[in-house]
């Protein structure tokens, strides 16, 4: 694990940018950045396990007394087959004696930047046919909630992103997220095997001051959709 010292600038979207492309990287500043699959000695330490009850992959980093969880799902936007969102589920578990804070810290697929949903009801979602907010989602009709994948408990969206949840000692919190697809180009492949979004998912969350970052194969996605 490799600690990124003080004003270090982490860029998910390099490559891309480096390309040409037209891509806003993802950046962030801060003390520390953990990365999974990264360990050192002096660092977080990465692990992978099966959900007991589903068989699914969990990535876990955990650091001094904190430990973080990821698991990575989608599902099929209904209007558009061909897109999807894309959501994960963060576990942060505090078994320090002080609170911790934890914040929103940025999502990509493919290097292209993401933006949180705007959670809306879906009376007021449906009535308004998406007019203003094509991006927009009821979550009380995602199946990704209903089917107990993804936590109502928190969710960062749109309205809530720049908000800081609090994990206290010795307790702890899960959080959602979701987003929609951001890429132009056709995001699923299907086979025998079966479907999965294409492409590479990096997120972040800052937790106690520390940058946790989760990299996804798109390939190791859970579909939590009818």
């Not at 914040?103 to 009535?127: M, T």
Request: with cysteine; glycine share 8%.
């Amino acid at each position: 694990m490799k600690l990124a010292f003080m004003f270090m600038l982490v860029v998910f979207a390099l490559v891309p940018a480096l390309l040409g492309q037209d891509v806003e990287p993802i950046k962030v500043e801060a003390i520390r950045v953990f990365v999974w699959g990264q360990d050192s000695p002096a660092g977080a330490i990465s692990s992978t396990i099966e959900d007991p009850l589903t068989g699914n992959a969990i990535r876990k980093l955990s650091y001094g007394g904190v430990e973080v969880s990821s698991r990575l799902g989608f599902e099929r936007i209904a209007a558009e087959q061909s897109r999807i969102f894309l959501n994960y589920s963060t576990t942060i578990v505090n078994d320090t004696p002080a609170p911790l804070s934890v914040r929103y810290g940025g999502i990509s697929v493919d290097g292209h930047a993401a933006a949180l949903l705007p959670f809306i009801p879906g009376a007021l979602y449906h009535g308004q046919k998406r007019k203003g907010a094509p991006n927009a989602a009821p979550l009380e009709e995602m199946s990704c909630f209903s089917s107990g994948f993804l936590s109502h408990d928190h969710v960062f969206s749109e309205s809530s992103a720049s908000q800081a949840l609090t994990v206290a000692s010795q307790e702890a919190l899960t959080v959602s997220t979701v987003i929609r697809d951001p890429r132009r180009y056709h995001s699923v492949l299907c086979s025998a095997e079966g479907c999965y979004p294409t492409g590479t998912v990096r997120y972040y969350l800052t937790v106690g001051g520390q940058d946790y970052v989760f990299i996804w194969p798109g390939r190791a996605a859970v579909y939590c959709g009818k």
